[in-house]
């Protein structure tokens, strides 16, 4: 009897071992996919996600005189990318960041100040409080104002002076000379500034500038370049030996022997679907190729790439010749038109917007009547979207730490 009774004890006990350690997906945090929230204040991208997805989100517009400084709150799924447009992949809770933003005096001065041969177009932000200067390289078939007159370039230059930088950006001699064909451009390959014009040029500009007092020779000095311009800021930065070289869709092997011979840190920014014939995703390649060289010889470098993003209803408004309201009615008539995916991701270029409108223009009664500064906001805004060759502010944040300090990526 005693035997069957402790039996029964020993039977009982095992079964409620094994339900004890039976898995149960109930109340399993591990096993939760969501749904989660994202909450962004100040921006767009608030919505619902499962873990593991891929999530985009952008800060509100910027007025002229302010710029995106941070994000706070949950930032700890960013990985590092504390940008105004960030992505993160989805954790199993919720998300609720805030976009915070400062005060910048905007304002680029312009006048003709002569070079080593003739005057030049400069545009420029200095103050004798600057902590470095940081000299702009525009694309071939570009020009000085392209820093102007382009929302992202704009974007870069109020991070800098919010940084504390001052800048200046010329534009290389053939454009000035109306030489080198239809794409006239820096010349990236004669590195000795006696005979190379464009070094000259710089020299002459900024001994103006220090004669006047609004700079001195002893500051840090930079280069930031997009395309040929990335090219060019290698090449620059390499040759008189500054504090650092950013790239923007550049691989720089047209900076010449700089790049094999430089000392000087550089940062390759990239579009991950360049569609440039010069560049490309082989560019890219070459690039982040080149930075691991210059890191293997002791060289600080770093890479970034520029992943595609959806398109959201207010991408438009960055730039305020397009007001929020009419920022939404583009997109409303672009994802009307299935130029969108199921992600609003626009795939392909922008010229499939171009195409549609022209096949079916009463299809597009907004995006049509857009004057052309409008137009150009819209096109230039698709191409970072669809990460096309051009200039890009996704990265302003970690371009700006990179010129602070080189050897902290």
Request: charged letters at 10%; one cysteine or more; proline letters at 4%.
């Amino acid at each position: 009897m005693k035997s069957i009774a402790s039996g029964l004890i020993f039977s009982l006990c095992l079964l409620i071992m094994i339900i004890s350690c039976t898995p149960t997906t109930v109340n399993n945090p591990a096993v939760n996919s969501g749904p989660f929230t994202v909450t962004v204040n100040n921006g767009y991208g608030s919505a619902t996600y499962n873990t593991g997805d891929t999530v985009h989100i952008w800060s509100r517009e910027c007025s002229n005189s302010e710029t995106f400084t941070q994000w706070t709150g949950d930032t700890s799924v960013f990985a590092g990318k504390n940008e105004w447009h960030t992505w993160f992949i989805m954790p199993a809770h919720n998300v609720n960041v805030t976009a915070l933003f400062q005060s910048v005096n905007y304002a680029m001065k312009y006048e003709k100040i002569r070079g080593r041969d003739i005057l030049k177009n400069v545009y420029y932000n200095l103050s004798p409080n600057n902590k470095g200067i940081v000299y702009l390289f525009h694309g071939a078939g570009g020009s000085a104002s392209y820093w102007v007159d382009n929302y992202e370039p704009v974007a870069m230059i109020k991070d800098l002076i919010a940084n504390g930088f001052g800048v200046i950006a010329t534009e290389a001699e053939e454009v000035s000379l109306q030489t080198g064909g239809s794409t006239p451009r820096w010349n990236t390959t004669t590195l000795d500034s006696n005979t190379n014009a464009d070094f000259a040029n710089l020299i002459a500009i900024t001994d103006t500038f220090c004669n006047r007092g609004l700079t001195n020779h002893s500051l840090p000095r930079y280069t930031i370049g997009q395309s040929n311009g990335g090219s060019a800021s290698i090449a620059v930065s390499s040759y008189f030996g500054f504090k650092a070289g950013v790239a923007y869709c550049a691989a720089g092997g047209a900076a010449g022997s700089a790049l094999s011979a430089t000392n000087t840190p550089i940062f390759f920014c990239l579009e991950q679907l360049d569609n440039n014939s010069l560049m490309g995703q082989a560019g890219d390649a070459n690039a982040i190729a080149n930075s691991g060289t210059l890191k293997s010889k002791g060289i600080c470098s770093a890479y970034f790439t520029n992943i595609p993003s959806p398109l959201y209803p207010e991408r438009f408004a960055r730039n305020n010749v397009i007001s929020v309201a009419l920022s939404q009615q583009i997109f409303a008539e672009i994802k009307a038109n299935n130029l969108l995916d199921s992600k609003n991701h626009f795939p392909g270029y922008y010229t499939r917007l171009t195409t549609a409108i022209k096949a079916n223009p009463q299809g597009f009664p907004v995006t049509a009547a857009l004057n052309s500064a409008q137009q150009n906001v819209v096109y230039e805004q698709l191409n970072c979207v669809t990460t096309a060759h051009q200039f890009f502010s996704d990265h302003d944040i970690n371009t700006i730490k990179f010129l602070n300090n080189p050897c902290s990526f």
